[in-house]
């Protein structure tokens, strides 16, 4: 008995919807913070933003089969490397134009910024792929 196919992608279908309210709430306080406090907080955004969109990629889609769980697969081993690449492109233009060394002023993305990004090039490649096919 093969029962790999039941352990991929193991959260039910109703959870994107979860996923969709977390990016919204967190998308509604990152707006509030932001009119209200004029704080432009992007690595406060980046968490519930990586989370949601964890929930919606790695939920089970309406009809999964291999053919979905390969596309899920290929699309998240494109977008680790290719976010990798991003977020050190970014760090470096970063740190090039503006580090100084006497006051130390190193700059790097966050766990959830690079999550964020991963996740987001993942959605977007599996959804050109299962539209190409």
Same mark, same amino acid.
């Given at each position: 008995m093969?029962?790999?196919?039941n352990?991929?992608?193991t959260?039910?279908?109703?959870?994107?919807i979860?996923?969709?309210i977390?990016i919204?709430t967190?998308?509604?306080?990152?707006l509030?913070?932001?009119?209200?406090y004029?704080?432009e907080d992007?690595?406060?955004?980046?968490?519930?933003?990586?989370f949601?969109?964890?929930?919606?990629?790695?939920?089970?889609?309406?009809?999964?089969d291999?053919?979905t769980?390969?596309?899920?697969?290929?699309?998240?081993?494109? $977008?680790?490397?290719? $976010?990798?690449i991003?977020?050190s492109?970014y760090?470096?233009?970063?740190?090039?134009?503006?580090?100084?060394?006497?006051?130390?002023?190193?700059?790097s993305?966050?766990?959830f910024?690079?999550?964020?990004?991963?996740m987001?090039?993942?959605?977007?490649?599996?959804h050109f792929?299962?539209?190409?096919?």
């Amino acid at each position: 008995m093969n029962t790999s196919k039941n352990l991929n992608f193991t959260y039910p279908f109703w959870i994107k919807i979860l996923g969709v309210i977390l990016i919204l709430t967190g998308l509604g306080v990152f707006l509030f913070r932001s009119n209200v406090y004029e704080i432009e907080d992007f690595i406060g955004f980046s968490s519930p933003l990586s989370f949601g969109l964890m929930m919606i990629f790695f939920s089970k889609e309406r009809v999964t089969d291999e053919r979905t769980i390969y596309l899920k697969f290929k699309s998240l081993a494109l $977008a680790v490397p290719l $976010a990798a690449i991003l977020a050190s492109i970014y760090n470096y233009s970063k740190n090039f134009k503006a580090y100084r060394i006497n006051i130390d002023n190193w700059y790097s993305i966050s766990a959830f910024e690079y999550l964020s990004i991963t996740m987001l090039i993942a959605l977007v490649t599996f959804h050109f792929l299962k539209a190409r096919d």
